[in-house]
Antibody, heavy 118, light 107 residues
Framework: EVQLVESGGGLVQPGGSLRLSCAAS????????MHWVRQAPGKGLVWVSR????????SYADSVKGRFTISRDNAKNTLYLQMNSLRAEDTAVYYC???????????WGRGTLVTVSS | AIRMTQSPSSFSASTGDRVTITCRAS??????LAWYQQKPGKAPKLLIY???TLQSGVPSRFSGSGSGTDFTLTISCLQSEDFATYYC?????????FGGGTKVEIK
């Protein structure tokens, strides 16, 4: 089955760190660009970051630049998001998503909830 | 950065209705526009890309049109499973940007 499964979310204090993972299966992971998209409670979708197929190029939203790092391990079919210096406004469901080289997202995971609170 | 504006933000409709949702880009994006459907507690689902190309498996009652700055998503005959929130997204340039969403509720 073609799927993405996120993990690693949870409750963290402001200023803390968390690493999200996204396990891919059922397709050739190393052929696709991958992204993280987040959704604050009751709000809309916001793109966070992307990485190209071999991991040599990354891009970030201004709101997370310098604090978040996207990476991937194609041998393990896994995407990561290292989140440092977390803020209350980072509270959201984080989705990993696949794009086929254009920029629309044709496969999404179920998401993992990150809550930043003291 | 390109901003995407959807209208309306929400509305009520009945099963069988023809509904249209509008998305406007702050600058021209050619046809680099996608539409997604999201149900509560679920991940978004791709419906349409390249403004008018139906994703595999999506019912033909969904259609998209437009280019440049103005786009529409039309559901020709609303079904019970179509009550959801719909988002447009531009992928013409980075950062990719979503509209604020349109919630379609049952009348």
């Amino acid at each position: 089955e073609v799927q993405l499964v996120e993990s690693g979310g949870g409750l963290v204090q402001p200023g803390g760190s968390l690493r999200l993972s996204c396990a891919a299966s059922g397709f050739t992971f190393s052929s696709y660009w991958m992204h993280w998209v987040r959704q604050a409670p009751g709000k809309g979708l916001v793109w966070v970051s992307r990485i190209n197929s071999d991991g040599s190029s990354t891009s970030y939203a201004d709101s997370v630049k310098g604090r978040f790092t996207i990476s991937r391990d194609n041998a393990k079919n896994t995407l990561y998001l290292q989140m440092n210096s977390l803020r209350a406004e980072d509270t959201a469901v984080y989705y990993c998503a696949r794009s086929g080289g254009y920029g629309y997202f044709d496969l999404w995971g179920r998401g993992t909830l990150v809550t930043v609170s003291s | 950065a390109i901003r995407m504006t959807q209208s309306p933000s929400s509305f009520s409709a009945s099963t069988g209705d023809r509904v249209t949702i509008t998305c406007r880009a702050s600058q021209g994006i050619s046809s680099y526009l996608a539409w997604y459907q999201q149900k509560p507690g679920k991940a978004p689902k791709l419906l349409i890309y390249a403004a008018s190309t139906l994703q595999s498996g999506v019912p033909s009652r969904f259609s998209g049109s437009g280019s440049g700055t103005d786009f529409t998503l039309t559901i020709s005959c609303l079904q019970s499973e179509d009550f959801a929130t719909y988002y447009c997204q531009q992928y013409y340039s980075y950062p990719p940007a979503f509209g604020g969403g349109t919630k379609v509720e049952i009348k």
